[in-house]
């Protein structure tokens, strides 16, 4: 059974960087893609960033430029690199992981908040 563990949300002003991590156990991690998600209240979760298992990656529009993917599969983690933090990025960040044979992400971490204060 796949695990992800998140960490490194936080409250931070406007302008501010944050680095968010997620800890992979359970899975062959270097063969799964991987997907950073957000969900703010009261609007749906959203796709934030993902990076494939063989590093390429791609990134939503609203976060394009600040925000920065990346996975290290000697220490089976991913990251998300948030830079010039807005409060519009307020919202509880989840990792999760699918198999190169699917477009489900299958396998979710618990979240972890990160607030932007203006």
């Known amino acids: 059974q796949a695990q992800l563990v998140e960490s490194g949300g936080g409250l931070v002003q406007a302008g501010d960087s944050l680095r968010l991590s997620c800890a992979a156990s359970?899975?062959?991690?270097?063969?799964?893609?991987m997907g950073w998600f957000r969900q703010a209240p009261g609007k749906e979760r959203e796709l934030v960033a993902a990076?494939?298992?063989?590093?390429?990656?791609d990134y939503a529009d609203s976060v394009k430029g600040r925000f920065t993917i990346s996975r290290d599969n000697a220490k089976n983690t991913v990251y998300l690199r948030m830079n010039n933090l807005k409060p519009e990025d307020t919202a509880v960040y989840y990792c999760?992981?699918?198999?190169?044979?699917?477009?489900?992400?299958?396998?979710w971490g618990q979240g972890t908040q990160v607030t932007v204060s203006s």
């Open positions: 999760a992981t699918r198999s190169r044979f699917s477009q489900m992400y299958s396998y």
């Open positions: 990076i494939s298992s063989g590093g390429s990656t």
């Open positions: 359970g899975l062959t991690f270097s063969s799964y893609h």
